[in-house]
């Protein structure tokens, strides 16, 4: 008996050894660009999941699933789902799935199908994450494309809608999302025909990858979120829009934000401006309500209509802007009130409103180097930006406000921020798109123009952040940590235009200055307080 039992140990003692001593199985799944179409040898040895391997070592073995053409989407023209690869991706018994589908999704004739895209990608992920293995499944987002033919793989589609839904359902299944866009993004001279990298795109590709798994061996924590920031909305426990970003001298982070009051009745009862911070983009404090309505002795008697707010500080005061109407009919009596306090998220007093300033909504106030204020605002009485001087007390106007010029499309919500030398005017304009039902409805997206001078005139630079799922658009653009973010609302977690909820993505530019465009962490699945 004692010599069986040792045995017995010793058996699986050796089969625990050798099973400590194979290697990680990589099963990479995707289509052409896994195949290694465009390389100089596709498969084993110059696709990126054979450069993988290489770089990788012998502690993991890669195999390559790709197959040309395949789509995500199950109505797609060609789903992976149903090629000859598929099956053997999932008999590999692999330790880890990265999964490579979404640009052929891009095309025309298959993102008529997008609605359906999360759902797909959530069943192939719970697919192979029930396998006898239980592989860690990493999605990864699509590369850019460079072709100009709006039907085939087409950037402003990979960008807008396949690579958000790939986060989104990778969001929902709780797996990890690689951001391969970035890669070769600006690298059209990797992709000789435009939509497959070359050798040496495919070696920057498995780069990417490799670093990601030696800086990762295990899946990260639960409380890990997929890019370092915290899960969009990021304000979930009151209905929130229109966020306007500032860094203040404590090093925090301040976001000054609308109140969508539930339930709603247009966007005409929304009140109670609240400010949120933070110091690591993570966690979030709300210093709750700094004002209210009935705080405003020359307002509306109705109440209501405390639209898009914005702050700024100087010598040692932090000024609160806010519009509000003084009248029953707000066309013409919007005003740009003024609250100050020594506190930047407390004890604001309402000391009145800039005289003099055009009726628009939507103020914003930037401060230069050199310590000069302007004021801009526009938007619900015309389609005109207006700017111009503040004097030292924030309150008076040093000259009269003028409409920038420039600007293409404006609708409202205009900010401004410097870069270096630039100045940036970023704004909503009036896109609009048909809904599920066919129905033409509004979908602004966010615009931006730049200049040599804060007061313009401005040249129109296009789009950076492409419509959410909400009618409305308004943003702001700050620099924290070396880092810039873009501020946004959507309304994901109610799907009603009139209950927002703000969001922050990181923003990045190119090297002339203009910006890329933002990828949304949006529709994220996350239940309401």
């Known amino acids: 008996?004692?010599?069986?039992?040792?045995?017995?140990?010793?058996?699986?003692?050796?089969?625990?050894?050798?099973?400590?001593?194979?290697?990680?199985?990589i099963s990479c799944v995707g289509a052409s660009i896994t195949e290694g179409y465009g390389t100089t040898k596709p498969w084993n040895e110059n696709s990126y999941p054979a450069q993988v391997g290489h770089l990788l070592g012998n502690k993991y073995h890669v195999e390559n699933y790709g197959r040309g053409?395949?789509?995500?989407?199950?109505?797609?023209?060609?789903?992976?789902?149903?090629?000859?690869?598929?099956?053997?991706?999932?008999?590999?018994?692999?330790?880890?799935?990265?999964?490579?589908?979404?640009?052929?999704?891009?095309?025309?004739?298959?993102?008529?199908?997008?609605?359906?895209?999360?759902?797909?990608?959530?069943?192939?992920?719970?697919?192979?994450?029930?396998?006898?293995?239980?592989?860690r499944v990493i999605l990864m987002t699509a590369i850019p494309g460079f072709t100009n033919d709006t039907t085939e793989i087409w950037n402003t589609a990979i960008v807008r809608d396949i690579n958000p839904l790939i986060i989104e359902a990778a969001r929902m299944m709780r797996v990890e999302v690689l951001d391969m866009y970035p890669v070769l993004e600006g690298h059209q001279d990797l992709m000789p025909d435009k939509i497959h990298p070359n050798d040496e795109g495919a070696r920057m590709m498995a780069?990417?990858?490799?670093?990601?798994?030696?800086?990762?061996?295990?899946?990260?924590?639960?409380?890990?979120?997929?890019?370092?920031?915290?899960?969009?909305?990021?304000?979930?426990?009151?209905?929130?829009?229109?966020?306007?970003?500032?860094?203040?001298?404590?090093?925090?982070?301040?976001?000054?934000?609308?109140?969508?009051?539930?339930?709603?009745?247009?966007?005409?009862?929304?009140?109670?401006?609240?400010?949120f911070s933070t110091d690591d983009m993570t966690h979030w404090t709300d210093h709750g309500e700094i004002l209210r309505q009935s705080d405003v002795t020359w307002g509306r008697k109705e109440g209501g209509w405390m639209w898009a707010p914005d702050c700024a500080f100087k010598d040692g005061k932090y000024y609160f802007y806010f519009p509000h109407p003084s009248a029953t009919k707000t066309e013409n009596s919007w005003k740009i009130g003024v609250a100050v306090s020594r506190h930047p998220a407390k004890d604001f007093k309402v000391i009145g409103y800039i005289e003099g300033a055009p009726s628009a909504i939507d103020p914003c106030v930037f401060v230069d180097n050199d310590g000069q204020a302007y004021v801009y605002n526009g938007g619900g009485t015309g389609p005109l930006v207006y700017g111009g001087k503040l004097k030292s007390n924030m309150i008076e106007l040093d000259g009269e406000m003028r409409p920038m010029e420039g600007l293409v499309d404006f609708h409202e919500a205009a900010f401004v921020f410097r870069r270096k030398d630039i100045y940036y005017l970023t704004y909503a304009d009036n896109h609009t798109e048909k809904d599920a039902n066919g129905k033409q409805r509004g979908y602004n997206q966010l615009c931006y123009a730049t200049s040599t001078s804060p007061l313009g005139p401005w040249k129109y630079q296009g789009i950076y952040l492409y419509p959410t799922d909400c009618d409305t658009s308004h943003g702001s653009v700050v620099e924290y940590k070396g880092q810039w973010y873009a501020f946004y609302h959507n309304c994901s977690i109610t799907h009603q235009g009139n209950l927002r909820s703000i969001c922050v993505d990181r923003l990045f530019f190119n090297p002339d200055g203009t910006i890329k465009p933002v990828y949304q962490r949006h529709k994220s699945e996350i239940p309401r307080k």
């Open 1 to 25: 008996m004692i010599r069986r039992a040792v045995l017995t140990l010793v058996g699986v003692l050796n089969i625990t050894l050798l099973l400590a001593t194979q290697p990680i199985r």
């Open 69 to 135: 053409g395949s789509t995500m989407l199950r109505k797609g023209d060609c789903p992976y789902w149903d090629k000859e690869k598929y099956q053997p991706s999932m008999d590999s018994r692999p330790n880890i799935v990265f999964i490579d589908l979404g640009g052929n999704d891009a095309k025309l004739r298959n993102r008529i199908h997008k609605a359906d895209f999360v759902e797909d990608a959530c069943e192939l992920v719970y697919r192979y994450q029930h396998l006898p293995t239980h592989p």
């Open 207 to 275: 780069e990417k990858m490799a670093w990601y798994l030696l800086t990762y061996p295990q899946k990260p924590s639960e409380e890990m979120t997929i890019d370092g920031l915290a899960d969009n909305p990021f304000i979930t426990h009151i209905y929130t829009a229109d966020p306007s970003a500032h860094v203040w001298k404590d090093g925090r982070l301040y976001v000054y934000a609308s109140h969508d009051i539930f339930p709603p009745r247009g966007c005409d009862r929304m009140d109670e401006y609240h400010v």
